[in-house]
């Protein structure tokens, strides 16, 4: 499993124009082969942090994301924001394990 940890940056009052970019392609994402969970949230800390994780299957899968209509339509969508700063990671995982 690959865990992408995506932290946009911007300034407070833009947080929700990244929100509306990541609400309209969150449905085609969630839809997508190997798309095991995508989740998004402004962080109650720093209201100009929107941070997006995802979990998939396996790097064909997020390759094929990333070349996704909708996620061009992000990418254009927050670059036009000129983000403060743009965070994305991703961490492959060997095996999950329940903490609750």
């Known amino acids: 499993m690959i ?3 995506v932290e946009v940056i911007v300034e407070p009052g833009s947080a ?5 970019a990541v609400k ?8 997508e082969k190997g798309c095991l969970k ?3 949230a402004v962080d109650i ?3 100009g942090m929107v941070r997006v994780i ?4 396996s790097m064909d899968a997020i390759k094929a ?6 996620m ?7 670059a036009a924001l000129q983000p403060k700063g743009l965070d994305i990671k991703a961490f492959e995982v060997a095996r999950e394990v329940a903490l609750g």
């Open 38 to 40: 995508y989740a998004f």
């Open 3 to 5: 865990v992408v940890q």
């Open 54 to 57: 995802e979990r998939w299957e």
């Open 16 to 20: 929700s124009r990244v929100i509306d």
């Open 65 to 70: 994301h990333l070349a996704s209509p909708h």
């Open 24 to 31: 309209k392609m969150e449905t085609a994402t969630r839809q």
């Open 45 to 47: 800390s720093d209201p």
């Open 72 to 78: 061009a339509e992000f990418n254009m969508a927050v």
